[in-house]
């Protein structure tokens, strides 16, 4: 089955900018979403089609895809972006999550 | 405004059955495909199983094929997911989320519940 890998922490002082990683084979051929996740409160859509934004979402979040590896970089970054971020794509059919980054604002 | 609203879970022995529910409104239901995520309490999202908007595609996780069947009623604006022969590691907080593009399967998930906890417990 198709696997997502994502690194658990990440880590940024505030104003800088944090980048998360997912990895997945020729994860390129897919389009990938990302969700942030808050404690207690459900996902978020942040970015969809690898760069999109939906409305709502603040123009310091953008997303790449290129060969095996889709990024989610936040510029800027804010004491209220700290959270869980998790990477999603389509396998075929099958829906399929990263394993999930928590980012810390230090 | 979208909303989607669970219910069902609860507390439910090994080997029983549980049948979730999500209410939908603030949208045109039977134009968009819906799915079943669920997240065990401080882990990550696991999808559970989609279903298109005419439930002419039906699409199951590995892990939940052959004992969970998910249905919707256009009708009454309702998404459901029957579970059977549930196991210990079935226990999480179960979502229901809408994907974004109408008629659309295999998008990506513009709104989400606030989730049921379904624990399986002897």
């Known amino acids: 089955s198709y696997e997502l890998t994502q690194p658990p922490s990440v880590s940024v002082s505030p104003g800088q900018t944090a980048r998360i990683t997912c990895s997945g084979d020729?994860?390129?051929?897919?389009?990938t979403s990302w969700y942030q996740q808050k404690p207690g409160q459900s996902p978020v859509l942040v970015i969809y089609q690898d760069t999109k934004r939906p409305s709502g979402i603040p123009e310091r979040f953008s997303g790449s895809n290129s060969g095996n590896t889709a990024t989610l970089t936040i510029s800027g970054t804010q004491a209220v972006d700290e959270a869980d971020y998790y990477c999603q794509a389509w396998d075929r059919i099958a829906c399929v999550f990263g394993t999930g980054t928590k980012v810390t604002v230090l | 405004e979208v909303q989607l609203v669970e219910s069902g879970g609860g507390l439910v022995q090994p080997g029983r059955s549980l049948r979730l529910s999500c209410g939908a409104s603030g949208f045109k239901f039977d134009d968009f495909a819906m799915h079943w995520v669920r997240q065990v309490p401080g882990k990550g999202l696991e999808w559970v199983s989609g279903i298109n908007w005419n439930s002419g595609r039906i699409v199951y996780a590995d892990s939940v094929q052959g004992r969970f069947t998910i249905s919707r009623d256009n009708a009454k604006n309702s998404l459901f997911l029957q579970m059977d022969s549930l196991r210990l590691e079935d226990t999480a907080f179960y979502f229901c989320a809408k994907e974004a593009v109408v008629r659309i399967y295999a998008t990506q998930f513009d709104s989400w519940g606030r989730g049921t906890l379904v624990t399986v417990s002897a």
């Open positions: 020729k994860l390129v051929e897919k389009y």
